[in-house]
């Protein structure tokens, strides 16, 4: 294979891995905007249902206000009661007895319905609760994970910027000036393997002889379509044997 080819493929691989890892390392920022997101949301969840049986103790203590003022209208009426001197006094003070009574009960009936209602709000903002701690917990082993992937990849941009700056000096200036110009105007792409005639990157069938050409890599051929700098990678004999075979 021709030796400035073949440094080519060679720079195009880590030209591709080096703007992978860049990708990479400028999602990091989203990567932590979706890390609070998530425990935002299960945050939320758990204020939600602290606000809800923090409702529910406010109306049940209301309630139980309103017993406290009928309970003592009975006691006032009961004495009252005792001083009646008529028939129709004493009807007249057991209607309001009766009455206040009734709406004792229906007070206490309501103030059952927010005791269970409590009790299944409880159970809610335990869930939620849990839930926060377990998503905390989750978040954290993420966040650890990424700070090791973002140290491989750190590490991993800083070697190949190294081996990078190698073989860029060991390039022929015309052949590299070449290269840097298909790559800036084909986003960072500027090495395709060219594979039954065709250019494995726009697709678009090549010229016989351009393809016989290039199969020898034994000079820089472009692409006629995209203009990027082609090679072939011959199949290996076993496989072309058993490609060969019938069937």
Do not use: W
Request: charged share 35%; hydrophobic share 40%.
């Amino acid at each position: 294979m021709n030796p400035d080819l073949e440094r080519l493929i060679a720079l195009q691989q880590l030209d591709s891995a080096a703007s992978e890892a860049q990708r990479r390392l400028a999602e990091e920022p989203e990567r932590q905007k979706t890390f609070e997101a998530r425990l935002d949301a299960a945050r939320q969840r758990g204020a939600a249902a602290k606000e809800r049986l923090g409702e529910n103790q406010n109306v049940r203590r209301s309630i139980e206000k309103d017993v406290a003022v009928h309970q003592g209208r009975l006691s006032k009426f009961r004495d009252q009661l005792m001083a009646v001197k008529t028939n129709v006094e004493y009807q007249a003070m057991q209607k309001e007895i009766e009455f206040a009574q009734a709406e004792v009960k229906k007070l206490e009936d309501r103030i059952l319905e927010r005791m269970l209602e409590a009790d299944d709000l409880t159970t809610e903002l335990k869930k939620a609760e849990a839930e926060f701690a377990s998503e905390q917990k989750a978040v954290d082993a993420d966040r650890k994970a990424q700070a090791i992937e973002l140290d491989a990849l750190r590490t991993s941009f800083d070697r190949i910027t190294r081996e990078r700056a190698a073989l860029v000096a060991s390039l022929d200036r015309q052949v590299l000036a070449l290269f840097e110009m298909v790559s800036k105007r084909r986003n960072g792409v500027a090495v395709a393997e060219a594979r039954g005639g065709i250019c494995t990157i726009c697709h678009v069938r090549l010229r016989p002889q351009v393809f016989n050409t290039v199969r020898r890599n034994e000079q820089i051929i472009q692409c006629d379509h995209c203009n990027r700098i082609l090679y072939f990678t011959p199949v290996a004999p076993a496989i072309a044997d058993s490609l060969s075979e019938p069937t």
